[in-house]
């Protein structure tokens, strides 16, 4: 088997090449192989969202900040996700909640944390 940076890089091509649901299975790989690679779970945080599966896109996006609590950048992440996922389904819940990750991100990166 191909090491997960390996696979990353794979999963990352198919993901530019639209191949979407390809791209999630690689990235799955990774993580069956390696659960707390935090890029594998960004990136299907995004795809997941592209696919419309904005519950899952979420769950993937807040792993990311449980592994990385005090990147500013994995709270910025989660907002987005928040963000499309009420692009996608209206759903107000999703604006507050992308309004606390921006707001969690922000203090972070002003040291307030």
Do not use: W
């Not at 759903?91 to 307030?112: F, T, V």
């Amino acid at each position: 088997m191909a090491d997960v940076h390996e696979l990353y890089d794979q999963a990352d091509q198919l993901k530019l090449d639209g191949k979407l649901e390809e791209s999630v299975a690689k990235y799955e790989e990774i993580l069956a192989a390696e659960p707390d690679y935090m890029l594998a779970h960004a990136a299907l945080a995004v795809v997941k969202g592209r696919l419309g599966q904005h519950e899952v896109a979420i769950e993937h996006a807040k792993k990311v900040c449980e592994i990385a609590p005090e990147d500013p950048f994995s709270h910025t992440q989660l907002s987005v996700i928040y963000q499309r996922a009420y692009a996608g389904t209206n759903n107000q819940q999703y604006i507050q909640d992308a309004e606390e990750a921006m707001a969690r991100s922000q203090m972070l990166q002003q040291g307030q944390a």
